[in-house]
């Protein structure tokens, strides 16, 4: 029900913007999280926006450089990546919680996409 897309191979300093397609869900129902999962490490809340208010919540280490996003039309939201660091490398999930806070438990999230890469090259 989630798809995520947009990852790649990028150098320090580039950008991505990653996209996740809920086309199945009561989109505006849905609280929408970025996760995110480097290799040896434990998955991580990277960004969230609320199905309430639209308010956006951000891991300290991505503010000022990631935004959230989303296009209720296109039932998508979007994760616009700029500064990459190479400790941003890791597999982005995008999540759904049903009447959700838009908080970055991932325990709070019913829905997961499969992830996509992203590589930041040093």
């Known amino acids: 029900q989630l798809q995520a897309s947009g990852g790649g191979l990028v150098q320090t300093g580039g950008s991505l913007r990653l996209s996740c397609a809920a086309s199945e869900l009561a989109f505006d129902e849905y609280s929408i999280a970025w996760f995110r999962q480097a290799p040896g490490k434990d998955r991580e809340g990277v960004a969230s926006?609320?199905?309430?208010?639209?308010?956006?919540h951000y891991r300290e280490s991505v503010k000022g450089r990631f935004t959230i996003s989303n296009d209720n039309a296109k039932k998508t939201v979007y994760l616009h990546m700029t500064g990459l660091k190479p400790e941003d490398t890791a597999i982005y999930y995008c999540?759904?919680?049903?009447?959700?806070?838009?908080?970055?438990?991932?325990?709070?999230?019913?829905?997961w996409g499969l992830g996509t890469q992203v590589t930041v090259s040093s």
């Open positions: 926006i609320s199905s309430h208010d639209g308010s956006r």
């Open positions: 999540a759904a919680d049903f009447l959700g806070l838009g908080d970055l438990y991932e325990y709070d999230y019913d829905y």
